[in-house]
């Protein structure tokens, strides 16, 4: 009753349904809470609205001196955080065209994406490889291909940011947009460090079971949703966050490293919950076992931000160079 086909928008009626009844009143009420409104899907409110809002916000700010200073200001670091959620309420049956179209852009199943072959660069040879396989891609996801374009957004503005600079212009308007990118981006980046974003695992066990794991579909909300929300706090995520590192090469190819990374957990969050990690308080290694997912989130989204900063100051290619 919950397979992938249910995925897309399709089941975001399904789970209104489900989020209603009585048995599941409780966690209604959680999502609720957490700023998910009803209308949405549980798969909907990745990291929950708590869980998006603390990876933007870390990001922000700890972004290094070396960067403007209207990406590092207080109002830029409150914007970025209010749009970590901001993809998900994008998500309400009230904007059903929105809705369909963007839900496949938070995650990616990447055993059948791999299936098909290696992930092409662009989002379109990648959909059309899919619907030659007689798949279609809001079930297979489209995640690295959104996050890649949007990082792309935030790398013009803040190349045309450094020209209106240059040439004694306001940069204002410009600086809104660059604001509303980064924060943007945060979400997909955000989404990519959940291990249940990344797999035909993402909200029960399905196929071979021999250690018994969770098959009820409830592991992806209470995983990154009321859990986070009651037990994961900014100085304890921060503490795990890594060094500042500037991103060498293709940003594609460094993405999907990002989201293979994020893959290699999937197992060790259906070990958890088995263990008990995700109701209440959890255990002291779910606890630092998701810290550590929501600052790899934190820290690959300031890194995301300073390689745009860094890229746009080099000369765009030119397409006539040698012709
Ligand atoms: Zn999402």
């Not at 994406?113 to 490889?129: M, T």
């Amino acid at each position: 009753m919950f397979d992938s086909s249910l995925r897309g928008q399709s089941y975001t009626g399904l789970m209104l349904h489900r989020s209603l009844s009585l048995r599941l009143l409780p966690t209604a009420l959680a999502a609720a809470a957490l700023g998910c409104v009803l209308a949405q899907s549980q798969a909907a409110c990745a990291w929950g609205n708590e869980g998006h809002r603390l990876i933007n916000r870390l990001a922000a700010e700890t972004l290094p001196a070396s960067l403007p200073a209207f990406l590092r200001s207080d109002t830029a670091i409150k914007e970025i955080e209010y749009l970590g959620p901001e993809p998900d309420r994008w998500r309400s049956r009230g904007e059903p065209q929105l809705s369909a179209a963007q839900a496949p852009e938070h995650f990616i199943d990447l055993e059948p994406a791999d299936a098909l072959g290696p992930l092409p660069r662009n989002r379109l040879d990648f959909e059309a490889k899919v619907f030659a396989s007689g798949q279609r891609p809001e079930k297979i996801g489209l995640q690295p291909w959104e996050a890649t374009e949007v990082w792309e957004r935030l790398k013009a503005a803040l190349r045309e940011y450094r020209s209106l600079a240059a040439a004694g212009q306001d940069t204002r308007p410009v600086e809104e947009v660059a604001i509303f990118y980064a924060g943007w981006l945060g979400h997909y980046v955000g989404d990519a460090s959940q291990p249940l974003h990344t797999t035909i695992q993402y909200n029960g066990w399905t196929g071979p079971n021999p250690n018994g794991y969770t098959t009820a579909h409830q592991i992806h909300y209470q995983f990154e949703g009321p859990f986070v929300a009651a037990n994961e706090h900014e100085p304890e995520v921060k503490a795990k966050m890594t060094e500042l590192k500037t991103i060498d090469g293709d940003i594609f190819d460094s993405y999907v490293a990002y989201l293979r990374h994020t893959n290699s957990y999937v197992e060790k969050v259906y070990q958890l919950e088995k263990a008990g990690g995700f109701a209440g308080a959890g255990t002291a290694e779910s606890r630092e076992f998701t810290a550590e997912r929501l600052a790899a989130g934190a820290s690959m989204l300031r890194d995301m931000i300073v390689t745009a900063w860094v890229e746009s100051a080099k000369p765009v290619p030119d397409p006539y160079a040698g012709k």
